[in-house]
Antibody
Framework: QVQLQESGPGLVKPSETLSLTCTVSGDSISSYYWSWIRQPPGKGLEWIGYMFYGGSTIYNPSLKSRVTISIDASKNQFSLMLSSVTAADTAVYYC???????????WGQGIPVTVSS | QSALTQPPSASGSPGQSVTISCTGTSSDVGGYNYVSWYQQHPGKAPKLMISEVSKRPSGVPDRFSGSKSGNTASLTVSGLQAEDEADYYCNSYAGNNNWVFGGGTKLTVL
């Protein structure tokens, strides 16, 4: 059974870069698409982006200029970097397996990130 | 403002059926058969309930069904149970490598 676990700092200062990692167990990271989704406190879900190992990355147009998703196959991990963060980027960040076309069937538990000085 | 419109709330009594709508445009819901539905209990990660308009993943009760007519997709929960009380979100492809969510619907089992 595939399991995903997010990790990273829970507090990031405004204008800095948010950096999160998702560790995958039970699946080879080279076999699927991998996604990031976020949810601001008390609000709905927002898709951030996804990628396939060795393939292209697809980003939400509203975040594209600030987002980078990458995969480290040697560690079976994938990462999210979001630059120039503001308070509006405060959210629970989820990693998930698959592209949105097939639906995200496997999710991490989520990691809350607060942007504050 | 969310790209897809969902009613903020819905409710039904145990055993009843309830339908949650997700309204978009011909550029998203109406243009593609890539609508999925997610259930989210408080403090938990979302759970995929329906993909590609009407496909139910393994393990999802057949009480949950999805459909689409024009620019509106729907999730129907039949035989409501207490554990169905949760937030529900729809998601659709919107073209040009973009995906959009609805604002979510809080389902209450009375």
């Amino acid at each position: 059974q595939v399991q995903l676990q997010e990790s990273g700092p829970g507090l990031v200062k405004p204008s800095e870069t948010l950096s999160l990692t998702c560790t995958v167990s039970g699946d080879s990271i080279s076999s699927y698409y991998w996604s990031w989704i976020r949810q601001p406190p008390g609000k709905g879900l927002e898709w951030i982006g996804y990628m396939f190992y060795g393939g292209s990355t697809i980003y939400n147009p509203s975040l594209k200029s600030r987002v980078t998703i990458s995969i480290d196959a040697s560690k079976n991990q994938f990462s999210l970097m979001l630059s120039s963060v503001t308070a509006a980027d405060t959210a629970v960040y989820y990693c998930a397996r698959d592209a949105p076309s097939s639906g995200w069937a496997y999710w991490g538990q989520g990691i809350p990130v607060t942007v504050s000085s | 403002q969310s790209a897809l419109t969902q009613p903020p709330s819905a409710s039904g009594s145990p055993g009843q059926s309830v339908t949650i709508s997700c309204t978009g445009t011909s550029s998203d819901v109406g243009g593609y058969n890539y609508v999925s539905w997610y259930q989210q209990h408080p403090g938990k990660a979302p759970k995929l309930m329906i993909s590609e308009v009407s496909k139910r993943p393994s393990g999802v009760p057949d009480r949950f069904s999805g459909s689409k007519s024009g620019n509106t997709a729907s999730l129907t929960v039949s035989g409501l149970q207490a554990e169905d009380e949760a937030d529900y979100y729809c998601n659709s492809y919107a073209g040009n490598n973009n995906w959009v969510f609805g604002g979510g619907t809080k389902l209450t089992v009375l």
